[in-house]
Every structure is written in C-alpha cells, then in structure tokens.
C-alpha cells in the first residue's frame, strides 16, 4: 500500500488519540481535552503508513504576535509525533514540513520544543530560537508578604495580560489556547490567578507538579517577581515553586520557543511566548 501525507479528514480522531497517547504517554482526560477544546479536522498533517496513521503534527491558531507596531497572525506547530516503531524513517520530518508550510502561509509559524536537545531538529525544519524566558527555583521560607492572589477568569485573565504586555514584542493568545491552557491548570489544581503584590498587580498561570506550585506564566513589573510568585505558592499550599517570567535587559535566559519568519523579528530571547504549551 503507497504511503501519503496528507491533512486529518473528520473520522480520524480515534486513530489520532491513539497515536497521541501512545506517543506522548498522556491520560485520557488530558487527550480527549484537547480534542474537546481546540482540535477540528483538517488541523493535523498526517502520515499515512500500510493504511494508518503513524505520525502526525497539529497547526493551531495561536493568536497575534505583535512586533514593531504591528500585529501579524501567528500558529504554532503542535504535538509533533511519530510512532516508536516507525521513527528513524523521516515519516515524522514529513509532517513537520507540510504543518509548517500550513502554519506560515498567512503568518508567522512558532514551535515550543519540549526538550533543549530537539533544538537543533527544529532549526533544521526552518525555525530559529526566538522565544526566551528568565526561570527561577525558590523556596517559601516564610517571611511577610504584601499582597494577595485570587483566581481569574480565562476573560479576565487575557485583558489584564494584554495590558501588562503593552508595548512589549509578544503573542496575544487566542482566547480558546488560553482555556485549553487554564483547563490544563485546573486539572492539577492550580489555573489563573490575579495578583496585588508591593500595590502593583500582576497576573500568573499556575500548576502543581509533584507539590511544587509550576508558576508557567509570571507577569509582574521588575522587583515584585519573588513576592507574586511567593503569594501564588500559598495560594496553592506549595512551599516550594518556579517561575517562568519575561526576560528584561541584561537577565540570563533560557532559549524556550522557536519562530519561522521572513520579517525582520527582535533578537533571540526579548520576545515573550506565554503559558508551557509543549
């Protein structure tokens, strides 16, 4: 039987969950989540091997990016995945290309590896580091703190972003990624949280991961990053937590998510992703 790629067509989803939980090991409740909340047919290029589909990649709308003054259209390659027994064959770099041709034909393409070492893969299917994030690893040793942090709406959660990324080169996210997102949370027993820390506000997403509060999105002016962090944390009963923040001039980053561009784009690490999406 000949092989083909081609995009998902309506009754594909089962084989797709398969292959994702297969691949990704992740529970039914995570995978059926996403299917639920963003996927629809046409979304994943899939491979096609002896009948069946044994690697795919999804190409989500992402949002906006906004660089320079202007915003562009932006989505992200998602999810990218073969079946252990059918790596090594380049079924999987087939994929990729074809969802990165999808994600780059009205805008720009992003992809947010879950490993450093994928890095030098991605660069190879067009992408370069553009993404970075300033990450920390803290202990609550109990000391006062000057604040609180209260849970928010997905809704109010995305205007309040928006007005604290104000001016800043970064993707608005589509208000569905960023429910997918809160769900993910939600599930962990964390989610989306309003801050008043040192009388500045500020906004967080946040999971709990082994007992440590997994703070994947930390917004806060420069100076109130410990202390918004620290009330998130008890908000979630953590004694331990990480926080992921914006990079400002002069921090170390870490590399974190990856652009395919024609346009001229800001130097690696001054943009900011958003939220884990790997």
């Known amino acids: 039987m ?6 998902s067509l309506p009754g594909d989803e089962p ?9 990704f090991h992740h529970s039914d409740d995570v995978v059926d989540l996403f ?5 629809a047919p046409g979304m994943a290029a899939v491979y096609i091997h002896d009948g069946a589909i044994v690697s795919a990649a999804y190409v989500l709308k992402l949002g906006e990016y906004m660089y320079g ?3 562009t259209p932006c989505r992200l390659v998602y999810a990218c995945g073969t079946r252990p027994e059918h790596r090594g064959r380049g079924f999987g770099g087939h994929v990729v290309d074809m969802a990165v041709k999808a994600a780059t034909g009205s805008g720009l393409g992003v992809i947010c590896p879950p490993e450093q070492s994928l ?3 991605c660069e190879k299917h067009g992408f370069r580091p553009m993404f970075g994030v300033s990450v920390q ?16 709406s997905v809704r ?4 309040l972003r928006e007005e604290l990324l104000h001016g800043q080169s970064h993707i608005d996210l589509d208000l569905r990624v960023l429910e997918y997102r809160e769900s993910l949370c939600r599930r962990t027993g964390g989610g989306f949280y309003y801050i008043v820390s040192d009388r500045v506000r500020g906004c967080a997403a946040a999971e709990i991961d082994g007992g440590t509060a997994n703070i994947i999105e930390l917004i806060v002016p420069s100076g109130s990053q410990y202390n918004a962090a620290a009330l998130v944390a008890r908000a979630l009963r953590c004694e331990r937590f990480a926080y992921r923040a914006p990079v400002r001039p002069g921090d170390e ?7 395919v561009s024609e346009s001229p784009v800001p130097s690696p690490g001054t943009a900011w992703f958003g939220p884990d999406l790997r």
């Open 35 to 39: 299917f639920e909340k963003l996927y």
């Open 15 to 23: 084989e797709l969950k398969t292959l994702w939980r297969d691949v």
């Open 2 to 7: 000949n092989d083909e790629t081609r995009f």
């Open 137 to 152: 690893n803290c202990t609550d040793v109990g000391l006062p703190l000057n604040g609180s942090a209260a849970l928010v």
């Open 156 to 159: 109010g959660y995305a205007a």
């Open 119 to 121: 890095f030098p893969y």
């Open 69 to 71: 003054g202007r915003w």
């Open 253 to 259: 980053f870490v590399p974190f998510a990856m652009m």
